[in-house]
Structure formats: structure tokens, C-alpha cells
């Protein structure tokens, strides 16, 4: 099965899965272990957008998620996931190493994707994944995961 056709699948799974439940926090949930289970990428999960009163700003705090232990609270404009919040667009990084300011939750991170979840206009959460391997995600990612996320945006 060639990529596209998985995530066509996936697409359906997952669309069906979110159709009759209104819980943001429940979808992202199951999207991530849909995902993860799927491609077998090294971490899979969800930043969303909070308010912090100790840091008297916004900050992406984890949401759900697969995968090893991560970052809890990220700043905007910080790493791949910060830059793609305050772009509000989808980055692709084939080498974290190469991004200036990559946030490095684990050494075993290779490349990301980060896709961000826009609501009425505004950034509400971005989907952040990483492979270990280098140049994993292109632009048939790119593709199918904003149509992934745009789920979760209703």
C-alpha cells in the first residue's frame, strides 16, 4: 500500500472517529494513536494553546499524545512547534538538527512535521511529529495531515 493510500485510509478512521464526538481533547487523543499505530512514527501528539498565569502568556501545553516522554509547555515562536503557531502553517523540517532553535525533547529525533490546528481563524493547537530517521515527511504529509487536523477543527 503506497503511502497516499494509507492515509486515505487513515482519513476515513479517522473522520469517522471524530464525526460523533464533540470533545476536542478525546479526537486528538484517538488521532495520535491512529496515526502513531499506523506510519510507527517515533512520537505522535498534540501542543495546544493555554494560557499560563505563571508565565503571564500563551504557551502550547502537551495534549495527547504517543510516544516517549516530551516537552510540557513550549513558547511561541520557540522550536518547529512555536514557529508553526505564530506562522499559523505547517513546517516540514527534514533535519531538526539544521532548524535554528530546534527544542530537542529526545536526542532520537530526526525530522518533524508540524501541522497547526486553526479554528475561526486563530492557531488552537498544533499536531507535532517527529521520526527518527531523517527526511521522513514531505509534502503528501503535508497534504493528508492538514486534512487530518482540519477534523478537529469543527
Known amino acids: 500500500m503506497t503511502k497516499q493510500e494509507t492515509y486515505e485510509e487513515v482519513l476515513t478512521n479517522i473522520r469517522y472517529l471524530t464525526s460523533s464526538e464533540e470533545d476536542m481533547i478525546a479526537n486528538m487523543a484517538n488521532t495520535a494513536a491512529i496515526l502513531h499505530s499506523t506510519f ?11 494560557y499560563s498565569v505563571k508565565a503571564q502568556r500563551e504557551e502550547l501545553l502537551l495534549g495527547p499524545f504517543q510516544g516517549p516522554i516530551a516537552c510540557t509547555r513550549i513558547e511561541k515562536g ?12 505547517t513546517i516540514i523540517v527534514p533535519n531538526v538538527y539544521q ?3 530546534h527544542i530537542a525533547c529526545s536526542s532520537e529525533s530526526k525530522s518533524e512535521i508540524v501541522v497547526p490546528i486553526i479554528k475561526e481563524g486563530i492557531v488552537v493547537a498544533v499536531l507535532d511529529i517527529d521520526s527518527n530517521q531523517y527526511n521522513t515527511f514531505d509534502q503528501t504529509d503535508k497534504k493528508y495531515l492538514e486534512q487530518v487536523v482540519s477534523y478537529l477543527s469543527k
Open 78 to 89: 520557540k522550536g518547529v512547534c512555536g514557529t508553526a503557531w505564530l506562522q499559523a502553517q
Open 40 to 50: 510507527n512514527f517515533w512520537w505522535t501528539g498534540f501542543y495546544i494553546v493555554k
Open 99 to 101: 532548524f535554528r532553535g
